[in-house]
C-alpha cells in the first residue's frame, strides 16, 4: 500500500521520534535536554559505552555519530525490529492516534493535484513578487517602507502585491496554462454564483505567501493598501493545501533557532512575525489570527516546551488570552505548558520594535507570566469572596477548570498550588490584611525563640539558619509536588524556628492531610501563624499584585536561579542540595554540642563516638560541596540558555 506525503508527514508532527526510539534505549540524563527536545542515548545499533547517539525531537531524526546510523520514525521501526514499512507505518499512525487510510484508488490522484495546486500557488507567489517591483506599484512600495520592512526581508518572505485589477492575477496564470478550475480550487480567483465572469480573490493589497513546514508556499495573506477597505487582511480560504487550524507562520524557519534557544514567541499576525523575525528574533511564529487548536499546539511544543504567546496589551488581546488558557488546559502535560507576554495597553510588536528597538520586545517577553498565574489572575482579579457563599463559588470554579486537565500529575499540582493560593485569599480578606505583613516567624527568629539545644552550640547563627529554612519552604508552597514528595525527609529535619517548622505541618494539611476538603472551610481552621509565615517565605507569589516585575523581584530575592525558569528535574536538585545543607547543619550541631558537653574531659568510647560523627560530616560536607560544584554549573548553562532565548544578559549573574 503506498502512503501519501501528508499522511506521513502528520504522523511525524504528531509523534515525537523521542517516544518512537525511546524503548529501546536509556536516555543519558545528563547530556540530554528533554524541554529542548534534544536526547542522547547509547547506540541501539552497535556497542558503545559512550553516548553518541542522537534523537532531534525538533527535526524528527536520530543520528548515530559513532556508527553513521540515521533515519525517520518509520526508518527506526525497519531497523531495529525488522518489520516492513507498511508495518512500521500502521504500528506508528496507531501510537499517533491516526486512523489508517482506507484503500482508495482515487489517493494517488488527489496526491498528484495536491502536487500540481502547489505548482498553480507557486506561480502566483512570482507574480505577486514581480508587481511589487513595477513602476505603477509605488503605492505598495511606500506602505512596505511605512511598516520598515528591509529589502533583504522582503526578499526572505517573497512579499508581493496583488495589483488593484479585477482579473490580472487570473489573466496571468492562463497565460502560463493554468486552467480557471485549478485557481478555484487554489483559492486564488473567485467564480460568482450568477454566471458573471470569475475575478481575482486578493487585489490592491500587499501580499504575504503562507508556508507550510516545509518552506512550500500553501497559501497567501493579503493586507489592503486603502485604509477605507474592508476587510483589512484577507486569507486564502481553506484549499487541499491549506488547513488554516494546522498552519503556523514562518514555522519552517523558526524551527531550527527555537532548538537552538529552547524558546519560540508566538505572535497573533504575520507582519508582525515578520516585523520580529526581521528585529533578530528568529524563532517567532504566528497563528495567523485563528483560535489555538491542537494542532497548533502540538506543533509549538515541538519546538519549544513553553511557548511565550505575545498578546496586544488591550482588551482583546486579555480576551484573547483568556479563550487561549481555556483551550490548552485540557493539553497540558508535565513539563509542556505556555507563557503570556502583555505588551504596553495600545501597542503590538511591531509598534514596540518601531519605538525601542529588538530590546524593547525582549523586555516585555522576558515579563511573560505562566498560563497558571494568568489562569489565576483570570479568576481571581475582580472576584467577590465577602460571603461564604461566594468564597465556594471561586473555589468551585477553579477545581472545574482544574479538572479539564487531562492528565492527572498536572491536574494535582494546579490543584495542590490553588489551595495553597485560595487559603491566604480567603484569609486576607477574612481578616482585612493589606498586603505582606512582616512575619512573626521573622521577628522569633530574630528575638531567639530558636530551638533551645542550639543556643548551647558554639558559633552557631540563627539568622543564617533561617535564611536556609525559608528559602526551603519558599520552594516547598512554589512547588507543592515536591513538598510532597521530599515531606518525610523535610519532617525529620528541625527547624531553627519553631514557627517555621509548625508551617511544615500546617502546609501538609493544606494540601495533603485534607485535600478532600474545601478551602472555603478549612482556611479558617489553620492557626494564624500559618498565614505569618506564608507571607514571609513566598508572598509574592501568593499576592495578586498586577506588575509581574515586583512579583518576580520578591520571588528571586533568595533563590536568584529562579529567575532563569529552570526544568523542575533542576528545581528538585535544588530542593534536595538545600535540605543536604540542613541535614549537614544538623550533624555540626550534634557533633559540636558533644564536644562542647564533654568539655575536655572525654573517655575512650565518647572519644571514638566524636571521630566517628566527625568523619561522617567531614564524608557528608564534601559530598554536598561536590553537589553544590555540579548543580552550579547546570545553573550556569540554564543562565546562559536564558539570556540566549531572551536576546540579553540576565540581571543577575548569581544563579544558585
Not at 85 to 102: D, H, N, T
Not at 533 to 553: F, G, K, P
Request: with cysteine.
Amino acid at each position: 500500500m503506498r502512503f501519501t506525503t501528508s499522511f506521513l508527514d502528520e504522523i511525524r508532527a504528531r509523534l515525537p521520534i523521542s517516544e518512537v526510539v525511546a524503548p529501546r534505549v536509556a536516555w543519558d540524563r545528563r547530556k540530554s535536554q528533554p524541554a529542548k527536545g534534544d536526547f542522547w542515548a547509547c547506540c541501539p545499533f552497535h556497542q558503545e559505552k559512550t553516548p553518541s547517539f542522537h534523537a532531534d525531537d525538533r527535526r524528527g531524526r536520530y543520528h548515530c555519530f559513532s556508527c553513521g546510523a540515521s533515519g525517520d520514525h518509520f526508518r527506526f521501526l525497519v531497523e531495529t525490529e525488522g518489520v516492513s514499512f507498511p508495518e512500521a507505518v500502521e504500528r506508528l499512525a496507531g501510537q499517533a492516534g491516526l486512523p489508517m487510510p482506507a484503500p482508495d484508488p482515487q489517493a494517488e490522484k488527489r496526491e498528484a493535484r495536491k502536487k500540481s495546486l502547489g505548482e498553480v500557488v507557486e506561480l502566483a507567489c512570482r507574480y505577486f513578487e514581480e508587481m511589487l517591483r513595477l513602476p505603477s506599484s509605488q503605492a505598495a512600495r511606500d506602505y512596505v517602507a511605512k511598516r520598515r520592512l528591509r529589502k533583504e526581508t522582503i526578499a526572505e518572505f517573497r512579499i508581493g502585491y496583488a495589483p488593484d485589477a479585477r482579473d490580472g492575477l487570473k489573466k496571468h496564470l492562463l497565460a502560463q496554462g493554468i486552467d480557471e478550475a485549478s485557481m478555484v480550487e487554489a483559492g486564488l480567483i473567485l467564480k460568482p454564483e450568477d454566471g458573471r465572469a470569475s475575478y481575482d480573490r486578493f487585489r490592491n493589497r500587499l501580499i504575504v505567501p503562507i508556508e507550510d513546514e516545509r518552506g512550500r508556499v500553501v497559501a497567501f495573506g493579503g493586507r489592503t493598501i486603502d485604509p477605507h477597505r474592508e476587510p483589512k487582511y484577507l486569507n486564502s480560504p481553506e484549499t487541499p493545501l491549506f488547513y488554516k487550524s494546522a498552519v503556523l507562520f514562518n514555522l519552517h524557519r523558526a524551527r531550527k533557532p527555537a532548538h537552538d534557544t529552547g524558546s519560540v514567541v508566538v505572535v497573533e499576525g504575520y507582519l508582525d512575525a515578520i516585523a520580529v523575525y526581521q528585529s533578530g528574533i528568529a524563532s517567532v511564529v504566528a497563528t495567523l489570527g485563528t483560535a489555538f487548536t491542537e494542532e497548533q499546539m502540538t506543533r509549538l511544543w515541538r519546538l519549544a516546551s513553553e511557548p511565550v504567546v505575545c498578546f496586544d496589551g488591550d482588551a482583546a488581546g486579555t480576551a484573547a488570552a483568556h479563550r487561549a488558557i481555556d483551550r490548552i488546559l485540557p493539553l497540558l502535560k508535565s513539563g509542556l505548558s505556555f507563557n503570556f507576554a502583555f505588551l504596553p495597553p495600545g501597542m503590538d510588536p511591531d509598534d514596540l520594535i518601531a519605538k525601542g528597538g529588538r530590546e524593547a520586545l525582549m523586555a516585555e517577553l522576558q515579563k511573560a507570566l505562566p498560563l497558571f498565574d494568568v489562569l489565576w489572575e483570570r479568576e481571581t482579579a475582580a472576584a467577590r469572596i465577602d460571603t461564604p457563599e461566594r468564597k465556594a463559588a471561586l473555589e468551585k470554579r477553579i477545581e472545574d477548570l482544574v479538572a479539564t486537565i487531562a492528565d492527572g500529575l498536572v491536574s494535582r499540582r494546579y490543584r495542590q498550588a490553588y489551595r495553597v493560593r485560595l487559603s491566604e485569599l480567603f484569609w486576607q480578606q477574612t481578616r482585612g490584611s493589606q498586603g505582606p505583613r512582616e512575619g512573626r516567624a521573622r521577628r522569633s527568629a530574630r528575638d531567639g525563640d530558636e530551638t533551645p539545644a542550639l543556643r548551647t552550640v558554639p558559633g552557631f547563627k540563627v539568622e543564617e539558619a533561617t535564611t536556609l529554612e525559608r528559602a526551603v519552604l519558599g520552594l516547598c508552597v512554589s512547588f507543592p509536588q515536591l513538598f510532597e514528595q521530599h515531606y518525610e525527609r523535610l519532617q525529620a529535619i528541625p527547624f531553627v524556628s519553631g514557627d517555621f517548622d509548625s508551617f511544615k505541618e500546617e502546609l501538609h494539611r493544606v494540601v495533603i492531610d485534607r485535600d478532600s476538603d474545601a478551602v472555603s472551610a478549612l482556611y479558617e481552621d489553620l492557626d494564624p501563624k500559618f498565614f505569618d509565615v506564608l507571607h514571609e517565605v513566598h508572598a509574592s507569589v501568593l499576592s495578586r499584585v498586577r506588575d509581574s516585575a515586583e512579583r518576580r523581584r520578591s520571588l528571586w530575592a533568595d533563590q536568584p536561579i529562579l529567575k532563569f525558569h529552570p526544568p523542575e528535574h533542576f528545581v528538585e536538585s535544588y530542593l534536595e542540595l538545600l535540605l543536604d545543607h540542613l541535614e549537614l547543619r544538623s550533624m555540626r550541631n550534634e557533633l559540636n554540642h558533644d564536644v562542647a558537653a564533654a568539655d575536655g574531659d572525654i573517655d575512650p568510647a565518647t572519644e571514638a563516638r566524636i571521630l566517628e560523627l566527625s568523619r561522617e560530616v567531614n564524608r557528608r560536607a564534601e559530598e554536598v560541596a561536590r553537589r553544590e560544584r555540579d548543580l552550579a554549573e547546570a545553573a550556569r548553562i540554564i543562565r546562559l540558555e536564558f539570556e540566549a532565548a531572551t536576546g540579553g544578559e540576565a540581571a543577575d549573574r548569581t544563579a544558585v
